[in-house]
């Protein structure tokens, strides 16, 4: 686990406050130090089970079999603090993204500086506090799908990102990548993209020219060969299935498998004017169905892992009939999130705003289903706006 910090100690030994402890012998090195009590931060607990590929190459052992954070622009804030800033910075991506179209349109260059400073705006606030944007990616409105898509996966894939302990530039590749992923689609007909029914099959082969064209946009911008892959291949899939290329297995990155199951799971619970959106559950289920044959079923797991079965932004309704939305995932007890609650699904009626720790030892209350707004009238832009901003 990660050492935040030492809250309780005797005597006066000295040792490096942050850090990672990998060992039962480490704990009772540090005990016997005069350590009594320290915080650690789950979201960087790491699972030595796990391929080695996904822990920095530098990790080296330090004093006190402590390990230094490898990672300084990390810094944890609390959600009221960081939740403004998250919002600044989608509305910064979506404005970018339009800018993006506009350029394009009009035969100019993408601004590919201004997509990797918005980048790395996501990346700092995510290690800051990972909930505030992860709320607003769960939190979708139906007539904004494509600019919010690119800010989702961009959101979630940085989370991703982040769980598996890729290098900083790695990540800041990933989510560059993400949000242009579907910039190809300003060169499919307005009528194929908007089209409320199904695609025809030659609309469809329409449709999946994006992802080509996405490639050759990000690449004739200059971005890396990570980002590059990002944009045009997000829709392959292991068995050869997908698209524009046919790829299939070695011939698919972990980057790109990790795209495309960020991609798949925005879109299902996304909500279209052809198609109502699935609460996260119910996503990850047709996932799993789908592996290992379109998507990597180790990184699924980890995905899961990672944003948990009940999203920070998912809405849910517990035993007590209460409805609220998870404010604060819980690591170590994925199924005691802390939820703030807003209604009642007995009574029909909005209740007073309250925090409920699921985890907290005297909660009788626990998690029964995660829900859909629509089920019960609610607008959950609205709460969200007036509740859960400071």
């Not at 392959?236 to 990155?253: F, M």
Request: proline share 4%; hydrophobic share 40%.
């Amino acid at each position: 686990m990660f050492v935040v910090s030492v809250l309780e100690q005797t005597g006066s030994v000295q040792i490096k406050t942050q850090g990672w402890v990998k060992s039962q012998a480490s704990i009772n090195k540090l005990a016997s130090a005069g350590i009594l009590k320290v915080e650690v931060d789950p979201d960087k607990t790491l699972d030595l089970n796990i391929s080695k590929h996904s822990i920095a190459a530098t990790d080296t052992p330090m004093q006190n079999e402590v390990q230094e954070d490898l990672n300084p622009w990390h810094k944890s804030t609390a959600m009221s603090a960081e939740i403004n800033q998250a919002v600044k910075l989608v509305e910064e991506a979506k404005a970018l993204q339009e800018k993006a179209f506009a350029d394009l349109k009009a035969g100019n260059p993408i601004d590919v500086e201004a997509f990797k400073e918005v980048a790395n705006g996501f990346i700092d606030s995510i290690f800051r506090n990972q909930d505030a944007l992860s709320c607003i990616a769960m939190i979708k409105q139906k007539d904004a799908y494509l600019l919010e898509h690119s800010v989702n996966v961009a959101t979630l894939i940085t989370i991703f990102a982040k769980h598996l302990r890729l290098n900083k530039h790695i990540i800041e590749e990933l989510a560059t990548g993400a949000l242009l992923h579907d910039i190809g689609k300003i060169k499919v007909d307005d009528t194929v993209l908007n089209k409320q029914g199904k695609l025809s099959d030659k609309e469809f082969e329409q449709m999946k020219q994006h992802a080509q064209f996405s490639f050759d946009i990000v690449s004739e911008a200059g971005l890396s060969k990570i980002s590059c892959e990002i944009a045009g291949s997000h829709h392959e899939r292991l068995d050869g299935s997908g698209y524009p290329n046919g790829l299939s297995h070695s011939e698919i990155s972990q980057f790109v498998r990790m795209a495309s199951i960020v991609d798949v799971f925005d879109a299902l619970t996304a909500e279209r004017v052809y198609k109502k959106a699935l609460p996260p559950i119910q996503a990850f289920k047709i996932l799993r169905e789908s592996s290992p044959q379109h998507f990597d079923e180790k990184l699924l797991n980890e995905f899961i892992n990672c944003i948990g079965l009940y999203p920070v932004g998912s809405l849910v309704k517990l035993k007590s009939q209460r409805i609220g939305m998870v404010t604060s995932s819980n690591p170590a007890q994925p199924l005691k999130p802390i939820v703030k609650v807003f209604y009642s699904a007995k009574s029909m009626y909005h209740l007073a705003v309250e925090n409920i720790d699921l985890a907290e030892k005297h909660c009788t209350d626990e998690l029964e289903a995660a829900i859909k707004p629509e089920e019960f009238g609610l607008d959950l832009i609205k709460f969200f706006k007036h509740s859960v901003l400071p």
